[in-house]
């Protein structure tokens, strides 16, 4: 079973602009869930999709957002890019049923 | 953000001996807890979870203790090996909220 995929895998912005980061989860998982990775501020949890319908979200601007597509596929978008913005981006998905999430390699973001 | 645990500490062990690696939560609401392993340029790959009905839990060449009334968790690693180096997670979660709140990570360094 292929794992999760994400693209792009680099990406680098300046700022101001926006970006759209993808993520494909695993067949058949329905949960898919963002993650922003920083030196300084470690693994924070960005919003969760489930159905095509946020669950959660996590204490970031509203420049934050995210959508969920009815195959689960997923995508984040950041607008204004900051500086502060510059992360590896991780996606995650898991079964409904199941708390294990498996997480796909990144999007490494870099805003200049 | 919300996080969980130590500031990053970093740990480096002789190949063939055991590692302790410790996490410390903060909300004893908490009712599930997962370690996650990360090598360079992956993103974190699942290793073990417990509930918090259980104070032990064994997996293979991995064993993961949890004492929730100090709020500890710790992860032991039988027999080191170079393949173990890393950047070692815990986590928490609520169940009934469904947010994953990592803590700061501990680095393992394996000296062969």
């Known amino acids: 079973k292929a794992g999760v995929t994400q693209t792009p895998r680099y990406l680098i912005k300046t700022r101001g602009q926006q970006v759209t980061l993808s993520c494909s989860p695993i067949?058949?998982?329905?949960?898919v869930s963002w993650y922003q990775q920083t030196p300084g501020q470690g693994l924070q949890f960005l919003f969760e999709?489930?159905?095509?319908?946020?669950?959660n979200k996590g204490n970031f601007p509203g420049r934050f957002s995210g959508r969920q597509f009815s195959n689960s596929r997923s995508e984040m978008n950041v607008s204004t890019l900051e500086l502060g913005d510059s992360a590896l981006y991780l996606c995650?998905?898991?079964?409904?049923?199941?708390?294990?999430?498996?997480f796909g390699p990144g999007t490494r973001l870099t805003v200049t | 953000g919300e996080s969980v645990g130590l500031h990053l500490p970093t740990l480096s062990v002789q190949e063939g001996d055991n590692s302790i690696i410790n996490c410390a939560y903060s909300n004893s609401a908490s009712d599930y807890f997962i370690w996650y392993k990360q090598e360079s340029g992956k993103g974190p790959q699942f290793i073990i979870d417990?509930?918090?009905?259980?104070d032990k839990r064994q997996g293979q060449r991995v064993t993961v203790l949890l004492n929730k009334t100090v709020k500890h968790l710790s992860l032991q690693i039988a027999a080191t090996q170079p393949g173990d180096s890393a950047v070692y997670f815990c986590?928490?979660?609520?169940?009934?909220?469904?947010?994953?709140?990592f803590g700061p990570g501990t680095s393992l360094s394996v000296i062969p």
């Open positions: 986590a928490e979660k609520v169940t009934s909220y469904d947010k994953v709140i």
């Open positions: 067949s058949g998982h329905r949960s």
């Open positions: 417990i509930r918090s009905n259980m």
């Open positions: 995650a998905s898991s079964l409904w049923t199941r708390n294990e999430q498996y």
């Open positions: 999709y489930f159905s095509e319908t946020q669950r």
